[in-house]
């Protein structure tokens, strides 16, 4: 689906369109209900839903609409692949080019293993997981998405 950045009760916020994949609807249902069911969790590396809602168009191919908090643009596969490095500015966050170095690749992994074992903990398994979908947040925080 489609990603877009937006203002919810005056909080910044991202909201994703899921789409219906066509060859699949079963799936497709399937991974929508599963992705809410992390809504009800809290954790720092993990990113988390604030609303969801099934109620769509019928005009779009969509199962639903899920709310999240915005951890920001930068991802990890920004960092890895050059595209850019986390900088504060006035702004707020930007992915500005640099080097990852070994410290700050630790502190990464170590924010990534606690998503992830926290996630675990509550029998969920992300099944998606890649450096596009770890944000680092503008505190230089790794969360799973």
Request: hydrophobic share 40%; proline share 1%.
């Amino acid at each position: 689906g489609s990603v877009y950045k937006a203002t919810y009760h005056g909080a910044t916020v991202a909201v994703k369109q899921v789409k219906r994949c066509s060859k699949n609807h079963l799936a497709s249902r399937q991974s929508f209900w599963a992705e809410l069911n992390v809504a009800r969790l809290d954790h720092n590396n993990v990113v988390h839903i604030v609303a969801a809602s099934t109620c769509t168009p019928t005009s779009q191919d969509s199962l639903g609409t899920i709310i999240m908090e915005y951890a920001g643009n930068c991802t990890l596969h920004h960092v890895i692949y050059g595209t850019g490095y986390l900088t504060g500015n006035n702004d707020g966050l930007k992915c500005d080019h640099g080097f990852l170095n070994t410290a700050q690749a630790v502190i990464y992994s170590c924010d990534i293993v606690a998503g992830l074992m926290f996630l675990h903990s509550q029998l969920i398994v992300h099944l998606d997981l890649k450096p596009a979908n770890i944000f680092i947040t503008e505190h230089n925080v790794c969360k799973i998405g």
